[in-house]
């Protein structure tokens, strides 16, 4: 996706800024698959959100990866165009959101829960967390302005919802017949 970001935006900067667009898109489209995934299994028992729900892992660590080529196309702009450096809210969100993004794709083994214990839930906590109140804070002062960027602040509005929603529920039993089809 991002070398064809950098072709149709003709190379160059332009390139590289149509790059971070869709790379910061993607992540926090991907973010707001993973931050319900659970919840839309309590919610709506049913193979596919048993498949997404078992899968959450991979969309994470998938969150991670287009946050991570995000991260790089933004170290390479400011490193060869912009001579101006981001806001420090900028660098402090973005900064943070980045380690976490991080932590939690390094921790995303079985291995690393065992390890951590309990507090492997509160790092994936605060990190979900943060990255969606990061996200929310870029894309929902824009969402009437342009319509991606209204379309991903729905689907973080959905996200956050269904969460709340499904906050005290347990999880259902389910099935994994469905899947064989």
Request: glycine share 10%.
């Amino acid at each position: 996706m991002c070398v064809i970001c950098l072709w149709a935006g003709g190379g160059g900067e332009e390139g590289i800024r149509v790059g971070i667009r869709a790379t910061a898109r993607t992540t926090a489209l991907l973010l707001a698959v993973v931050f319900c995934s659970s919840a839309l299994q309590r919610l709506f028992p049913h193979p596919w959100t048993l498949l997404l729900r078992v899968n959450r892992r991979y969309l994470g660590v998938s969150t991670a990866v287009s946050h991570g080529y995000h991260l790089a196309l933004l170290v390479a702009l400011y490193a060869l165009w912009v001579s101006e450096p981001p806001s420090i809210l900028t660098l402090a969100g973005g900064g943070f959101v980045s380690l976490m993004l991080l932590f939690l794709a390094a921790t995303s083994t079985n291995a690393s829960q065992r390890r951590l214990g309990a507090n492997w839930r509160r790092l994936h906590l605060l990190g979900i967390w943060s990255a969606w109140v990061v996200f929310a804070g870029a894309y929902f002062p824009q969402a009437l302005d342009d319509p991606l960027a209204g379309t991903i602040s729905i689907a973080l509005l959905i996200s956050v919802g269904l969460r709340v929603w499904a906050s005290g529920r347990t999880v259902r039993p389910h099935s994994w017949e469905g899947l064989q089809k």
